[in-house]
């Protein structure tokens, strides 16, 4: 029903930058909050950025005033700036959205879709 198509991510040294982008397609009504998780080894996955109604955002502590999120609501697309990388970081992120589908029953919240991972990796 949604597909979310993940693109960028890969490996740099720390201080460096990447972007990761985010494409959601399929029987859309509207998206309640598109953004990115990260899961490192052994670790939960966290919740890095979001955009939320279309313009409000969320940001993880560990990376605020380093990370910047922004969408096209219009294109259903999200990207994710990724500056001043830190070892930290390295993780498998996740794309996700909650989105209202079309032909869901009124009433019934937005559904969760994942995207499929991309690695980064943060390493000298």
């Known amino acids: 029903q949604v597909q979310l198509v993940e693109s960028g991510g890969g490996l740099v040294q720390p201080g460096g930058s990447l972007r990761l982008s985010c494409a959601a397609s399929?029987?859309?009504?509207?998206?309640?909050?598109l953004g990115w998780y990260r899961q490192a080894p052994g670790k939960a996955r966290e919740l890095v950025a979001a955009?939320?109604?279309?313009?409000?955002?969320d940001y993880a502590d560990s990376v605020k005033g380093r990370f910047f999120i922004s969408s096209d609501n219009a294109k259903n697309t999200v990207d994710l700036r990724m500056n001043s990388l830190k070892p930290e970081d390295t993780a498998v992120y996740y794309c996700?959205?909650?989105?209202?589908?079309?032909?869901?029953?009124?009433?019934?919240?937005?559904?969760?879709?994942w995207g499929q991972g991309t690695q980064v990796t943060v390493s000298s």
């Open positions: 955009v939320t109604n279309g313009d409000g955002t």
């Open positions: 996700h959205a909650d989105v209202y589908l079309k032909d869901q029953k009124l009433g019934d919240g937005p559904r969760r879709y």
């Open positions: 399929g029987t859309i009504f509207t998206i309640k909050s």
